[in-house]
Nanobody, 128 residues
Framework: QVQLVESGGGLVQAGGSLRLSCAAS????????MGWFRQAPGKDREFVAT????????YYADSVKGRFTISRDNAKNTVWLQMNSLKPEDTAVYYC?????????????????????WGQGTQVTVSS
């Protein structure tokens, strides 16, 4: 059973940056592909970015490509999401998620229904 705890959310002006962190415990971190998802008020939860078990492959939603970077450190059981050039439409609750993966292909873990474990979420608000 994997437990995930996000941190790093907050209020930032448009064009600014934030770095989200997700600390994992209770499982063998390197067995899991890790992803970030977000949910804005009144909208469905959507995919943001994912990283494979080794960190060798990443995959991004088109809306964040070139602005966000996902990374992980298996020795620290942590995954990060560096968010630059933030826009008001990035405002949402951001969730960290884990998928027990059997390949090193990040896109395999990019669906909400694929992820087996979720954190509690952290709020990101971008003001215009």
């Amino acid at each position: 059973q994997v437990q995930l705890v996000e941190s790093g959310g907050g209020l930032v002006q448009a064009g600014g940056s934030l770095r989200l962190s997700c600390a994992a415990s209770g499982g063998t971190f390197s067995y899991y592909a890790m992803g970030w998802f977000r949910q804005a008020p009144g909208k469905d939860r959507e995919f943001v970015a994912t990283i494979s078990t080794t960190g060798g492959d990443t995959y991004y939603a088109d809306s964040v490509k070139g602005r966000f970077t996902i990374s992980r450190d298996n020795a620290k059981n942590t995954v990060w999401l560096q968010m630059n050039s933030l826009k008001p439409e990035d405002t949402a609750v951001y969730y960290c998620a884990a998928d027990l993966a059997y390949n090193d292909y990040a896109q395999s873990s990019s669906e909400v229904g694929t992820m087996g474990y979720w954190g509690q979420g952290t709020q990101v608000t971008v003001s215009s």
